[in-house]
């Protein structure tokens, strides 16, 4: 990268005060390149699903309840082998380095300063695992992969991923070809940097090239196959990510899945797409707790985490709010924004009469439609 192409990220370090996550947008908006903030704000073609996955949690009403004899709720839960803090960790996203000069490894260290939660490292990463186990510390981590074509690099990327410390694999399934980016087609969007783990399958570092030029250097035709291949090589537990229906969910039961993380990648791929939030709850019921499910796309407030517990989710994984305020304050934005979902999670479930996690998985929501 030449000198007058410079990619001038963020630098700043500090708490940030957040009212609503959603207008950290706007904020972040007026201190990141312009092709970098519209790479991660952006969505696919007229947006439709991007703005529907907010937009679909009107659809149900939390019920407040009263005199329920709750007071100071438990917002410890549990998932594989990791007791955590909070019900909602971290999205694989790529290149943080977009956001903020101290790429993953900023957000991993307010991860790790918040504690109790777990920080999904992506294959495409701008910062390389030994990076951003400086931030990370030792806490929790899980790594998603984009394959290369080539099973050998694989195992590479697999072996490195297990000896980072990785406790579980999110297999990302509905990329097998890039959305249609519109924001980014019309600022010729290249990254500034490069993707130090899957260089290796790539013809370049991935500095300077698209994000469907990297999709396409990468396996492009997955079936469930990969799964297994996955949990065997790793002995790892295995999440498929991008699961929208309940058919999908099944078949990926039937060869072994360990996790059904749902998503739509955040209205970045198919739009038209319903909301990920208007698939969960079919999910959930075929499902029916056989294996952990994660929800993302489109949380933005304690009353979106409430509602997709409550609609058949454990966890759910938060993007975009954690990158703006990665953009705006570093690593102690992001815990700020951690700290943020804490507190806003709380107060939905006291005034929802609820104790604990389980309690809120057991809620009942009010069809709104
Ligand atoms: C995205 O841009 O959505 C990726 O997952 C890389």
């Known amino acids: 990268m030449t000198e007058e192409n410079k990619y001038n990220a963020p630098q700043e370090v500090k708490d940030l005060n957040i009212i609503n996550t959603i207008e950290l947008e706007d904020f972040a908006k007026e201190i990141v390149p312009s092709g970098g903030f519209d790479y991660m704000a952006g969505g696919s073609g007229d947006e439709f699903t991007l703005r529907r996955n907010v937009s679909a949690f009107n659809q149900k009403g939390i019920l407040p309840r009263i005199a329920a004899d709750v007071e100071f709720p438990d917002t410890q839960t549990k998932i594989f082998e990791h007791n955590l803090k909070v019900p909602f960790i971290m999205a694989p996203i790529a290149a943080h380095g977009l956001a903020h000069e101290s790429k993953e490894a900023g957000t991993a260290k307010g991860i790790s ?52 410390g990785a406790s579980a694999i999110i297999l990302t399934a509905d990329a097998t070809v890039s959305g249609n980016r519109d924001r980014d087609t019309r600022n010729k969007f290249v990254y500034p940097f490069g993707m130090p783990i899957v260089s290796r399958y790539l013809t370049g570092s991935g500095e300077n090239m698209s994000l469907n030029n990297i999709y396409g250097q990468s396996k492009q035709k997955i079936d469930l196959k990969d799964i297994q291949f996955i949990k065997h090589y790793s002995g790892l537990p295995v999440f498929i990510k991008g699961v929208q229906t309940p058919e999908d969910a099944m078949a990926a039961i039937a060869v072994g899945v360990d996790g059904i993380w749902v998503s739509n990648h955040g209205g970045r791929q198919l739009d038209g797409a319903p909301a990920s939030f208007e698939v969960l709850e079919e999910i959930a019921e075929v499902v029916a707790g056989r294996v952990p499910i994660v929800f993302d796309s489109g949380i933005r407030r304690g009353e979106h985490i409430f509602k997709a517990l409550a609609s058949g989710a454990d966890i759910v994984a938060i993007g975009r709010p954690v990158l703006f305020s990665l953009a705006l304050g570093g690593w102690k934005g992001v815990k700020s924004v951690f700290e943020y979902f804490e507190n806003d999670l709380k107060r939905v479930m006291q005034l929802a009469g609820t104790q604990t996690i389980t309690d809120v998985k057991n809620a009942r929501l009010k069809d709104l439609k």
Request: no cysteine; hydrophobic share 35%; aromatic share 12%.
């Open 113 to 164: 300063e918040f504690g109790g939660t777990i920080m999904s490292i992506s294959a495409y990463s701008g910062a390389s695992f030994e990076e951003i186990e400086e931030g990370l510390a030792g806490n929790p981590r899980w790594f998603q992969i984009y394959m290369s074509k080539d099973d050998e690099l694989n195992k590479n990327i697999l072996d490195e991923a297990k000896a980072d």
